[in-house]
T-cell receptor, first 113, second 115 residues
Framework: GNSVTQMEGPVTLSEEAFLTINCTYT??????LFWYVQYPGEGLQLLLK?????DKGSNKGFEATYRKETTSFHLEKGSVQVSDSAVYFC????????????FGTGTRLKVLA | GAGVSQSPSNKVTEKGKDVELRCDPI?????LYWYRQSLGQGLEFLIY????????KSGLPSDRFSAERTGGSVSTLTIQRTQQEDSAVYLC?????????????FGPGTRLTVL
């Protein structure tokens, strides 16, 4: 079945460091791919998404590119801030005939000033 | 406008009791999802509603779990004869239409503790 494998955390970085959080997937068909973020004390919210191969999703300085050849959707940011400290979840959208979204286990990011 | 709301925010119950968790989706959203988040785990899909019907119940872990949705709005997740392994955060999400590309809007969750 479909699955998502996400880099384990926690990830600790200094402010202005470069961030990569790896996400790979296994799927039949061509699902949409998502990154959701959960800030401390808040609910999950969409960070960015890509709906087809080679699409790049971007928001708040974060980017991720839908790579079909490597079945990956890695999250990157060039210069992290303390306010980026949160838990990040990679997610796979439903494929044909299903309604199920599949989430990774989440990666906790801590950014130090 | 109001986001997705869930109640109660916290629920502590004794093993063997039944619990009901409520979700109020964003007004007009036809798609509604329930997830379970256990400590250190990702979100586990439980059930999907389109309007009042549930075309995908494949994630419900046992027949102790059931859910309904009425009026195309409020949904209730019921867990009968709770067990300690049911302890988790239960999340509800809604989206405006049943599309695989649509954004899901999440509620704050209900933290369930079974003693």
């Amino acid at each position: 079945g479909n699955s998502v494998t996400q880099m384990e955390g926690p990830v600790t970085l200094s402010e202005e460091a470069f961030l990569t959080i790896n996400c790979t997937y296994t799927a039949t068909g061509y699902p949409s791919l998502f990154w959701y973020v959960q800030y401390p004390g808040e609910g999950l919210q969409l960070l960015l998404k890509a709906t087809k191969a080679d699409d790049k999703g971007s928001n708040k300085g974060f980017e991720a590119t839908y790579r079909k050849e490597t079945t990956s959707f890695h999250l990157e940011k060039g210069s992290v801030q303390v306010s980026d400290s949160a838990v990040y979840f990679c997610a796979l959208g439903p494929t044909s005939g299903t309604y199920k979204y599949i989430f990774g286990t989440g990666t906790r990011l801590k950014v130090l000033a | 406008g109001a986001g997705v709301s869930q109640s109660p925010s916290n629920k502590v119950t004794e093993k063997g009791k039944d619990v009901e968790l409520r979700c109020d989706p964003i007004s007009g959203h036809t798609a509604l999802y329930w997830y379970r988040q256990s400590l250190g785990q990702g979100l586990e899909f439980l059930i999907y509603f389109q309007g009042n019907s549930a075309p995908d119940k494949s994630g419900l872990p046992s027949d102790r779990f059931s859910a309904e949705r009425t009026g195309g709005s409020v949904s209730t997740l019921t867990i009968q004869r709770t067990q300690q392994e049911d302890s988790a955060v239960y999340l509800c999400a809604s989206s405006s239409r049943p599309s695989s590309t649509d954004t899901q809007y999440f509620g704050p969750g209900t933290r369930l503790t079974v003693l």
